[in-house]
């Protein structure tokens, strides 16, 4: 902040950021004057609305240990208690989606059971997981039919089922109930049935009990008024929406310390008793406080009914500023700021007057450099253990005794044996090695957003089955090459292979994939990308091999000579030519990856090459290699140009799996993303240091 100081002689406010600096910059003052005469019980923030200083309260001052007290109306909804009813009406309202029950289930608030047994939050994990991988998109007969079909296993997870489905059956009832009343007294029942108390020793308990009458309060209240003058049942947008506007009217007033800096409205500072204020917020919109607009009558009409006219109520504003300005008995000082919410705010017209009340004014000394709260205690260097206590110091102590120069903190994990690689996770480990590590090495399971459609996955072993089925068929009927002649015979025969694998799918899915393998007006399928590249090269097709598996110990030339690697791959299609060369193929929905990291076609053609060695009684090198990529222009994009490209490409691409897999076993498994873009589609970023690594 730009101190009175700062901004000159003739400034008369302290000028911050935000709100929340203006209560740092207090901080900064109390903490850095250690001759300060004023007790801090004799200090006061006055502020025009509680909002949001009592809040940046909490973490400004704890954060700078200085003891606060305040009392003031806070919105009950903002209490936990009250968040954890408005789950249930979300639950309802949603109905019974994935997210909200999940958020329900969680909650601390409540505890479920069934038969018996206590729902733990490792269960919620596991239905959470299994809602996903069963596409659920709510509502309670679903969940009826999941937990019936799992109630056999009496497994953890057909208990978590069946007690999920006993919630939204409750729930469903209450919404369906026959009048508002019933609803709300139903609403009543389910929190009496599943609520979790705290124990009584607990420090949040007296807050807890007292939120909670509250809440519980404002329910029988809405019941008893729907019951004297509207029964009438209530949708469940209505019956959440009437009882959010109750709670949201309601206001709570917890005690927040009772010694230290007092925290108070304009209007009970008027009656305090202190030695030295700090006036907040001093903004054109909170000072003088903007009068509330009639929105039925004219000003003029209002007027004439004794209302006060503007002028006024701006002339009493000023005298009780004026008046507040001479409240403390010592020094009074003033801020105003700059933002909020990303705006630019104007100072209050109220700073003008300051100079009329005659008070003597005292330039604020230059600011000195004092830490001052405990992220500056830890971050500035030499770190202060003595800025901070409790968990952070322990945290602290911990983090001091330890160094973290090992090669164990940059990814370095040990040697480890060689096993057969997948060629897809060697890509993984060229993409990021600490990715290849969290789902390879500690095995952790991806976390999966919820995909009511077909995911990446699941479609892309749809579209390798849908051509695999095709070219057996087309290999039975002796189809050999694609060539102009018999390209409608070959779309004919691919149309119904695909119609008739659409037809298993979803309903929602099929419009999609039609267009994925068929094409539309705007743009070619894969399937006629998948013929037309065919034709273009021309040559005879001796046999085609499809989702061909090569499997077991393959030779390398990596940057040291040849090495062998035990590999376990399927080659999407290998076309067995008449000229005695190989044509390796691979299907992708998306774009072909880039050249630099992929593996997949090299490999194969590699392992192709030794494999097929003697089938047909001759030897096989790859003459073509490519993708047909549904977001690509062209309908095949050729790993290499010419023979000699296809040789080059092979050879990097050996080169860069044995490097990879030297690398694997010497347990290298750094957070070094290929490319940046790459951690936004990440799996494991919640378990990743990037950040950390990346500050570095
Ligand atoms: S978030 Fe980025 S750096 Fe971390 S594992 Fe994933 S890809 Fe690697």
Not at 87 to 100: H, K, M, P, W
Not at 334 to 357: G, M
Not at 392 to 400: F, G, M, P, T, V
Not at 640 to 646: L, M, P, S, V
Request: proline share 5%; net charge negative.
């Amino acid at each position: 902040p730009a101190g009175a100081a700062d901004a000159g002689r003739g400034a008369r406010a302290f000028v911050c950021r935000d709100r929340e600096e203006e209560l740092a910059e207090v901080a900064r003052t109390i903490k850095r004057d250690p001759r300060r005469v004023t007790a801090l019980g004799r200090t006061g923030i006055v502020f025009q609305r509680p909002l949001p200083y009592l809040y940046l309260a909490r973490q400004v001052f704890a954060d700078a240990r200085i003891p606060y007290q305040a009392l003031d109306a806070l919105p009950l909804a903002a209490e936990p208690f009250a968040a954890a009813v408005d789950l249930i009406f979300t639950a309802i309202a949603a109905n019974f989606t994935r997210g909200s029950l999940i958020e329900l289930l969680r909650s601390p608030h409540f505890r479920f059971s069934h038969d018996g047994r206590a729902i733990a939050a490792r269960d919620v994990e596991a239905l959470d997981r299994f809602l996903v991988e069963r596409k659920y998109l709510g509502s309670a007969p679903r969940l009826a039919e999941l937990a019936a079909d799992a109630a056999s296993s009496r497994s953890r997870l057909a208990t978590v089922l069946a007690a999920a489905s006993a919630i939204a059956d409750e729930l469903s009832s209450v919404s369906q109930a026959a009048s508002a009343p019933e609803q709300i007294a139903g609403v009543r029942e389910f929190i009496a049935s599943h609520e979790r108390l705290p124990a009584a020793a607990d420090a949040w308990y007296a807050r807890h009990m007292r939120a909670r009458g509250a809440v519980l309060g404002a329910l029988d209240l809405l019941r008893d008024a729907h019951a004297a003058h509207d029964p009438e049942p209530l949708s469940i947008a209505e019956l959440a929406g009437a009882v959010r506007r109750w709670i949201e009217g309601q206001t709570f007033a917890p005690r927040t310390g009772d010694a230290g800096l007092a925290l108070l409205d304009a209007r009970a500072a008027a009656y305090a008793d202190l030695d030295e204020i700090r006036i907040v917020g001093l903004s054109e919109a909170d000072w003088p406080e903007r009068a509330e607009r009639s929105i039925f009558y004219p000003q003029s009409l209002l007027a004439q009914l004794g209302w006060s006219p503007d002028q006024e109520r701006i002339a009493a504003a000023r005298a009780r500023f004026q008046d507040l300005l001479r409240l403390p008995r010592r020094r009074v000082s003033l801020s105003t700021f700059t933002l909020e919410d990303d705006a630019l705010v104007t100072a209050s017209p109220l700073l003008d007057d300051i100079d009329a009340v005659g008070l003597p004014i005292e330039h604020a000394p230059e600011p000195t450099a004092v830490r001052v709260f405990a992220h500056e205690a830890l971050a500035m260097e030499p770190v202060a253990a003595t800025g901070v206590e409790g968990a952070a110091a322990e945290w602290l102590s911990l983090r001091q005794r330890r160094t973290f120069d090992d090669e164990r903190f940059r990814g370095a994990a040990g040697p480890r044996a060689p096993v057969a690689y997948a060629v897809s996770h060697v890509e993984r480990y060229l993409a990021c090695p600490f990715r290849y590590f969290a789902a390879d090495v500690l095995r952790l399971p991806e976390e999966r957003d919820e995909e009511s459609w077909m995911t990446p996955q699941e479609r892309g072993q749809f579209v390798h089955d849908v051509f695999c089925e095709f070219f057996t068929q087309w290999q039975m009927r002796g189809g050999g090459a694609i060539t102009t002649g018999n390209l409608a015979d070959a779309m004919d025969l691919f149309g119904r292979v695909a119609e008739e694998r659409i037809a298993r799918l979803p309903e929602g899915d099929r419009a999609l994939e039609r267009t994925l393998l068929l094409g539309s007006a705007a743009a070619a399928g894969l399937a006629e990308r998948a013929f037309a590249f065919e034709i273009e090269q021309g040559a005879a097709v001796i046999e085609r091999l499809l989702e061909h598996e090569l499997e077991g110990a393959f030779t390398f030339t990596g940057p040291d000579g040849p090495r062998s690697i035990q590999l376990r791959s399927k080659s999407d299609r290998i076309d067995l030519l008449d000229d005695g060369t190989l044509r390796i193929i691979d299907y992708k929905l998306g774009r072909a990856p880039k050249s630099d990291r992929s593996l997949q076609l090299p490999v194969y053609g590699a392992c192709a090459q030794q494999a097929l060695h003697g089938r047909h009684g001759r030897a096989w090198t790859v003459s073509r290699a490519g993708y047909v990529a549904f977001r690509e222009k062209q309908a095949f994009c050729s790993l290499g140009k010419g023979d000699e490209g296809i040789a080059a490409a092979l050879a990097e691409g050996e080169a860069r799996l044995v490097t990879a897999v030297d690398a694997i076993e010497r347990g290298e498994f750094p957070v070094r993303p290929d490319e940046p873009f790459l951690c936004t589609w990440c799996p494991y970023p919640t378990v990743c240091r990037k950040d950390y690594v990346g500050d570095e």
